[in-house]
């Protein structure tokens, strides 16, 4: 008698880091609407941009399972995650090959792949390049180094020095039980903090400076390491976290839809807030409110993955899931002409890419569990 084949056990610590990424991420995009003049405010929104570094780097962890698929899969892989980036890119900035989120995980992808097919020799100039141009990111003046990278990838994650993050967590996660590791990223640690305090240099996040980089980047694989050596009880449910870390790439599109509401209720609630609410309890209370709103954006995301992985089920037991991810494309072509021609006659139609962008991440969870 044939056994059913076990299910491979999940990395529950990198499940628990991709999903306060997403959290962070939620809370970030919606904070932006939030008036910049309260401390804790500021305080928080800037724990919570650190989302792209958590993203990045457990996206690097997890590289090597691509990595390892047949050519015409990978291919497949690489041409859907594009036509997400460009749907992404014409929403974000009405540029589709503006290099934000999603774009900078493809051309990521694209370069770690083809570096993965080079010969070794090759490999060692690619090396020594990386090697030189960290060194000038260093050395030299970091806008001027910035502006020499920003010019061919427009966004807000420039391929060159952002890769970084994707190369240490792949890095980290070949050597993630090696006992020196820790004992390197504590060092790394050390090193930002005494650049940052000692020598007062300031973070920086666009442009990306190198303190900002070994600062939390160390930060995020030390969380990795305390997080492996937590024994978390029985009783505890997985099924949320692994709804959203399994989900990921569908979680990341549907949240703009979270946001967008809870700034619609924040538009409504705040000058009720300001009208009622004595002017010395006003940082508390739009403190709370930023909290509030983030948690209640979360819920409303939960609740939208759950909904479109269940109408997912439904499209897919009549055969027509099956129609739109052969058809895609040619549907991905035809709606991004559209959307950019929406989108240069009025701006006001940015929204109405939102189904689209959604659309495609789902195909592209739904043929990935095929």
């Known amino acids: 008698m044939l056994m059913p084949t076990p299910r491979p056990a999940r990395d529950r610590s990198l499940d628990v880091i991709r999903v306060t990424a997403l ?6 995009h ?25 993203f990045f780097f457990a996206f690097g962890m997890t590289l090597d399972n691509f990595l390892r698929k047949p050519l015409a899969r990978r291919i497949e892989g690489h041409l859907k995650l594009f036509i997400l980036a460009a749907i992404h890119g014409l929403y974000q900035e009405k540029n ?44 030299l003046p970091l806008p001027y180094v910035y502006g020499l990278f920003v010019s061919p990838f427009p966004g807000w994650f420039p391929v060159f020095p952002w890769i970084l993050f ?15 590791t820790a004992v390197i ?11 940052i305090l000692i020598l007062g240099r300031t973070l ?21 390491l305390a997080l492996d050596r937590i024994r978390w009880p029985a009783f505890l449910s997985w099924r949320t976290v ?20 809870v700034k619609a209720a924040h538009g409504t609630l705040s000058p009720a807030l300001a009208g009622s609410v004595p002017a010395v309890y006003l940082p508390a209370a739009f403190t709370l409110e930023y909290v509030a709103m983030a948690g209640i954006a979360l819920l409303i995301l939960i609740v939208l993955v759950r909904a479109t ?34 989108l240069h006659l009025n701006n006001d139609l940015r929204d109405a890419g939102l189904p689209f962008l959604c659309a495609v991440a789902f195909l592209m969870v739904y043929k990935r569990a095929s």
């Open 96 to 139: 589709p090959f503006t290099s934000d989120f999603f774009m900078f995980l493809f051309a990521a992808r694209l370069l770690f792949d083809i570096h993965a097919r080079v010969g070794t020799a090759n490999r060692v100039l690619i090396a020594l390049f990386l090697v030189a141009l960290c060194g000038a990111w260093v050395v």
């Open 204 to 224: 920086s996040k666009w442009p990306l400076s190198p303190d900002y980089a070994l600062l939390f980047g160390s930060a995020t694989a030390l969380a990795f």
């Open 309 to 342: 992985l269940a109408a997912g089920d439904w499209l897919d037991g009549r055969g027509i899931l099956g129609i739109a991810d052969a058809l895609l494309p040619t549907i991905a072509v035809t709606g991004i002409g559209l959307y950019a021609a929406m």
């Open 185 to 195: 990223v504590l060092l790394g640690l050390a090193v930002a903090l005494a650049d």
């Open 166 to 180: 994707v190369a240490a967590g792949r890095m980290f996660a070949h050597h993630r039980q090696a006992p020196r």
């Open 242 to 261: 692994e709804l959203l870390s399994g989900n990921l790439l569908l979680a990341t599109a549907l949240h703009y839809i979270a946001v967008a509401a």
């Open 30 to 54: 919606w904070g932006r609407t939030m008036p910049d003049t309260y401390r804790l405010v500021n305080i928080l929104q800037f724990v919570f941009e650190l989302a792209p570094v958590m």
């Open 23 to 28: 959290v962070f991420m939620v809370a970030a």
